[in-house]
């Protein structure tokens, strides 16, 4: 019996947050604060001139920070250190930060953004992860293959599969770029405590920004604290950096508190996205309903920056087969730069996008075979003992059954 | 014309980091001067319910409700590293982590007690509702706040750390274990398609959805209705309309998501089989809510309409588009 695991709790973040009582940092005000604006890239791919005199010469504006003003690296990301604070020489992609402008209010902020002049000498963008994939292809970061990862699964020998296979369904799934639609527009405030400089923003990792902070600034991590107050949903949304570094530079250097706030607009440009996948699928099944094997190139669209690229199409990959055991199964997936919004976290992390191909496979192989389709599945699926397309035992709390069998006995053709 | 159809999606999850990177969650447990427990996490509540939960796994140990906690989640100068709130972890891992640490420090509570009760061993001691008793003779008894002020300048303070398991697979095949644990989930949706509108509503729709051991079932089925919603956006509403790396649709006047209006009546259904790695047998549910939904729905298009819908989002366009293809066939 137990006294707290299990029971309906009520939420403890729910009253706050429906009276309204709950402080988001756009809810932070501080004496004497500035406010601070973003520069964003108009074309998806260029070498810039950045020009902020006029910009700094308005009354009201302290500063324009631009890739110059860094203290310590110009870089950030999560798995390969490939953002810019501020793009210095090149912009790979439409939103990407030039420069920072902070002033006695958000108005003034605002007038000096139309003033900075960034000259733009543009460079053929690409867009489409196919195309950014063949040799000659612009490239998106400099010296550098776009297509930045690879994950192969080689199981048993799919040939082989295929051709002791009775029936055989070949198609090409495509999943679009979606953004996360969080409530809550990035907003935070940045100020200092004697040598440390405070960051509050709403974010999914303060430590991890606290490392970055660190590394953007060239101070140690001691000197940053993170606060974390309300976050109006995140979904992976808040795991890349966005604003943090901009304000910490900003209050840092000009010893003062520093505000700044995304509107919609904006947190479209800038936060990530879900990867699209381009998804060939080959499945191969017996008269009797067995699956005998799966082919399948995946390719994910990264967008300009690499964000969480492996991590998202490899977990595509592991996924690729669903809940069902295959013997014979061939995958490659494969995670490409291009001009695109940068792809990185979003629920499912790259499990998502499989099962729109998957899931239809299994319904056009039960079809093919005259078989209902929950019983075509169940022929399959995965069971205590059940071995995965990357040879992983599943030896406990398997219930992939017990799934299926609760929904298709609420919803099915006999009780509409 | 109306047409309607059914359909199924059904899918698993590997939760945490995978492929051997090290997934590390540290939390902290404290006894403070009135009695009540502190904790220490660096989980962040997105809205996900982590504040609520890790009370509540907390509280276990203590034998007791939420109230007993005091929870510190939100400031890095205080709270130790628990790895993002990503990746379906945070329930498993940080789950895990406090878990360890809140028993570790129920047993050093209960030694006090075993002292300040001058009993002879700890054996019989129980733990519950903010006070230690011995279980067979319950008069012999000692409330953790007599305990907390017994201490003087010494704090019974505990820390532990939980790493998930997944290894690094085999670079050319492919081959290992990348995550741990698995869940798995289904959906079944009946949906109503306007053939001349290109229109997809959801008439009828349910989720089944694996938790090992569900922490808290109130907030298991709020995740199952986020992720549906999530789901049928992502299967039908939602389309950034890329143009050369220009995302036109930037607002939610033009990038649209399922509204309350839209929503179906949800049937959810919590499928328990403790995992005997987790939390009181709990897996991470956040993710895999969501992944069901839009292959249940595709599948029910097809059922309905008799085409096959290979592109999301299946915008009234592109429905439209198909169903005129379909028809010159």
Not at chain 1, 229 to 252: N, V, Y
């Amino acid at each position: 019996m137990y006294s707290s695991v299990g029971k309906r709790e009520f939420r403890v973040d729910a009253e706050s947050k429906v009276t309204g009582k709950a402080i988001y940092p756009q809810d932070i005000y501080m004496d004497g604060m500035l406010h601070g604006k973003t520069f964003r890239s108009s074309v998806p791919h260029a070498r810039i001139k950045v020009d902020v005199s006029e910009a700094e010469a308005i009354e009201g504006v302290v500063k324009v920070f631009t890739a110059k003003d860094i203290t310590g690296e110009n870089y950030h990301g999560v798995l390969f250190k490939d953002h810019e604070v501020f793009c210095e020489k090149k912009v790979r992609r439409i939103g990407d930060p030039i420069a920072f402008v902070v002033a006695e209010t958000p108005e003034i902020a605002e007038e000096a953004l139309k003033k900075i002049v960034v000259e733009y000498d543009e460079i053929e963008g690409v867009f489409d992860p196919v195309k950014a994939m063949e040799e000659g292809a612009p490239q998106v970061h400099d010296g550098q293959n776009n297509a930045v990862y690879h994950y192969k699964i080689r199981k048993g020998d799919v040939e082989e599969g295929f051709a002791k296979s009775d029936v055989i369904v070949e198609k090409e799934y495509r999943t679009g770029m979606v953004d996360h639609a969080f409530l809550q527009p990035e907003a935070g405030i940045s100020y200092m405590e004697g040598d440390k400089v405070v960051v509050c923003v709403s974010t999914q990792y303060p430590h991890f920004d606290r490392i970055e902070v660190a590394e953007a600034l060239g101070i140690p991590e001691e000197q940053v604290r993170i606060l974390n107050p309300a976050i109006g949903g995140a979904f992976g949304g808040r795991e890349d950096i966005t604003m943090q570094i901009h304000l910490a530079l900003a209050s840092r250097t000009l010893k003062k508190p520093v505000k700044s706030i995304y509107d919609r607009e904006e947190s479209f440009l800038a936060h990530s996205k879900r990867h699209a996948f381009i998804m060939k699928y080959k499945t191969g099944a017996t008269s009797d309903g067995k699956l005998l094997a799966t082919e399948v190139t995946i390719i994910g669209d990264t967008g300009a920056y690499a964000s969480w690229v492996c991590n998202v199409l490899r977990k595509g990959g592991v996924h690729a087969t669903g809940p069902y055991e295959v013997p014979n199964v061939k995958v490659d997936s494969y995670g490409v730069y291009t001009n695109n919004p940068f792809a990185g976290a979003m629920r499912g992390f790259g499990a998502t996008q499989p099962p729109v191909a998957y899931e239809q496979q299994m319904d056009i192989i039960a079809e093919k075979l005259g078989m209902d389709p929950i019983e075509f599945r169940m022929k399959n699926i995965f069971r205590k003992g059940s071995i995965t397309a990357t040879g992983q035992e599943l030896y406990e709390s398997v219930t992939a059954v017990e799934c299926l069998e609760a929904v298709a006995s609420k919803i099915n053709k006999n009780n509409r | 014309m109306k047409k309607r159809g059914i359909g199924y999606g059904c899918t698993f999850y590997g939760t945490g980091y995978g492929n051997g990177f090290p997934d590390v969650s540290v939390a902290e447990a404290e006894l403070n001067s009135d009695g009540k427990i502190n904790v220490y996490v660096g989980a962040t509540e997105c809205g996900q319910g982590s504040d609520t939960i890790m009370r509540q796994i907390a509280a276990e140990s203590f034998g007791s409700s939420v109230e007993i906690i005091n929870y510190y989640s939100t400031d890095t100068d205080i709270m130790k590293d628990s790895g993002t709130a990503a990746a379906s972890r945070q329930t498993y891992n940080t789950g895990n982590a406090l878990r360890l640490a809140s028993e570790k420090l129920k047993d050093r509570v209960i030694e006090k007690a075993k002292d300040l009760l001058n009993l002879n061993t700890t054996v019989g001691l129980k733990i519950e509702n903010g006070e230690v008793f011995l279980n067979s003779f319950k008069a012999t008894k000692i409330s953790l706040s007599e305990i907390a002020s017994s201490l003087g300048d010494e704090k019974l303070r505990e820390e532990a750390t939980f790493v998930a398991h997944s290894t690094e697979m085999d670079e050319e095949t492919g081959q290992g274990c990348p995550y741990w644990p698995y869940t798995f989930g289904a959906a079944a949706v009946e949906v109503e398609v306007d053939t001349e509108t290109g229109k997809v509503d959801i008439i009828r729709a349910a989720s089944a959805q694996d938790v090992g051991r569900a922490i808290n079932p109130e907030l298991v089925e709020g995740q199952m209705d986020g992720g549906f919603a999530m789901g049928y956006g992502y299967a039908v509403f939602e389309d950034l309309n890329l143009k050369n790396g220009k995302i036109v649709n930037n607002r939610f006047t033009n990038y649209l998501i399922p509204t309350a209006m839209d929503m179906p009546e949800l049937e959810k259904i919590i499928i328990e089989d403790p995992e005997s790695t987790g939390p009181y047998g709990a897996k991470g549910i956040g993710e895999p809510v969501m992944t069901y939904v839009a292959p249940a729905i595709l599948n029910a298009i097809y059922d309905a309409t008799g085409v096959r819908m290979t592109e999301i989002p299946v915008t009234p366009e592109r429905l439209l588009k198909a169903l005129k293809e379909s028809e010159t066939k």
